[in-house]
Structure formats: structure tokens, C-alpha cells
T-cell receptor
Framework: SQTIHQWPATLVQPVGSPLSLECTVEGTSNPNLYWYRQAAGRGLQLLFYSVGIGQISSEVPQNLSASRPQDRQFILSSKKLLLSDSGFYLC????????????FGDGTRLSIL | GQQLNQSPQSMFIQEGEDVSMNCTSSSIFNTWLWYKQDPGEGPVLLIA?????ELTSNGRLTAQFGITRKDSFLNISASIPSDVGIYFCAGQLRGTSGSRLTFGEGTQLTVNP
């Protein structure tokens, strides 16, 4: 069966520090991968999605970037964090075939001080 | 772009009561999904609907894909305390790049024992 892992589960970072959140998927090949941000437990905002290695699409302009160095690895990064980057970050995957549901990881709670 | 209106935003009910929530869209979708999110965790897929008019059950949960393809509802029968959480609807349009989903803003469900 397929599983998705995100780490770390929680992170506290000072303003201006760099960020790297990692997401890996097991038990499937060529998945679509997604990064979402969720503020205050409501409303998932799609940040990035990827349909293949090295292919990243950005949904909203922001202080963050994403990379997909391997088929089942998706990384969310920032060079200098802002206070507004605080939130709950969720990674998700779906099968490449059309109309397949997305499956989410357990998220990373990011707090910027 | 497409928008989903999910209602109600929150519900406070007594254990044993039935619950109904719905989502409407200004445009059609090919797939409707319902997720539940517990505090501090990622959303978990409850029900996926793929055809207009489809009615699908998962235990005490029943969801329907509206005949116009612009709406969906989720019913929970005989609610129990563990039903507490945020419920999200999501729509998907076939052929959308990356199989992206459009999410509703969520329904916060509180069940009083």
C-alpha cells in the first residue's frame, strides 16, 4: 500500500532563517505531488504541484520554493522565512491518472518567531 | 477560477443526531471528494464520487454527486463524539493540469456527548 511521510512534524524557526520541509511517498511510482498551506485549521491553499522530476508549478507568488529531486521526494524551501510563513504545511500525492483523489501526509506545524 | 461554497461553516450537535453539509460550485466538476481532518493531522479521504447522480455510502456517511455536477452533499447519521473535526469538500475537473483540486472552506463539526 502507499504511504506518505512528512517531516518534521513541528518546527520553530526565527525570522530570516532558511527552511527545508521534506515529503516522501512510498508504494507508488510517478505520482503527482502537492504542497499546501493551511492557516488557522481552515482552507487549504495550494502552493506548488509537480507532475514529474524537476517539474514544479507554482500557484501563488510567495517567499517559498519547491523542488522534486527524485520521483517520490518533494521538498519545500525558503531562503529567508517571514512571519507570514507560519502555518500548517501539508504534502499530498495522487496517481498520475486523471480524476484520482489526493492523499495527504500528517503535516508540519511551522511557527516563525 | 472555480470556487466552492461549503456550508455550514460550523455545526454544534448532540451525539446521536444526523448531520448534513453541502458544497456548491459556479461550474461543473467531474469528481467530488469529501475529506475529514482531525486536529493536527492531514485530511483523510472519506468518499470519492465520479458520476453525476452517484450516491455512495461509507459506514454512517453518505455522499451524493449532484445531477448538475455543480454540487455535492455529505450526510452523517447517528453522530458520535469521534465525528468531531473539519470536513472538506473538493472538486476536480478532468484534464486539469496536475489533477488539481478546488477545496471548500470546511465545515467544523462539534459533537456534544
Amino acid at each position: 500500500s502507499q504511504t506518505i511521510h512528512q517531516w518534521p512534524a513541528t518546527l520553530v524557526q526565527p525570522v530570516g532563517s532558511p527552511l527545508s520541509l521534506e515529503c516522501t511517498v512510498e508504494g507508488t511510482s510517478n505520482p503527482n505531488l502537492y504542497w499546501y498551506r493551511q492557516a488557522a485549521g481552515r482552507g487549504l491553499q495550494l502552493l506548488f504541484y509537480s507532475v514529474g522530476i524537476g517539474q514544479i508549478s507554482s500557484e501563488v507568488p510567495q517567499n517559498l520554493s519547491a523542488s522534486r529531486p527524485q520521483d517520490r521526494q518533494f521538498i519545500l524551501s525558503s531562503k529567508k522565512l517571514l512571519l507570514s510563513d507560519s502555518g500548517f504545511y501539508l504534502c499530498a500525492w495522487s496517481n498520475r491518472a486523471s480524476n484520482q483523489p489526493q492523499h495527504f501526509g500528517d503535516g508540519t506545524r511551522l511557527s516563525i518567531l | 477560477g472555480q470556487q466552492l461554497n461549503q456550508s455550514p461553516q460550523s455545526m454544534f450537535i448532540q451525539e446521536g443526531e444526523d448531520v448534513s453539509m453541502n458544497c456548491t460550485s459556479s461550474s461543473i466538476f467531474n469528481t467530488w471528494l469529501w475529506y475529514k481532518q482531525d486536529p493536527g493531522e492531514g485530511p483523510v479521504l472519506l468518499i470519492a464520487l465520479y458520476k453525476a447522480g452517484e450516491l455512495t455510502s461509507n459506514g454512517r456517511l453518505t455522499a451524493q454527486f449532484g445531477i448538475t455536477r455543480k454540487d455535492s452533499f455529505l450526510n452523517i447519521s447517528a453522530s458520535i463524539p469521534s465525528d468531531v473535526g473539519i470536513y472538506f469538500c473538493a472538486g476536480q475537473l478532468r484534464g486539469t493540469s496536475g489533477s488539481r483540486l478546488t477545496f471548500g472552506e470546511g465545515t467544523q463539526l462539534t459533537v456534544n456527548p
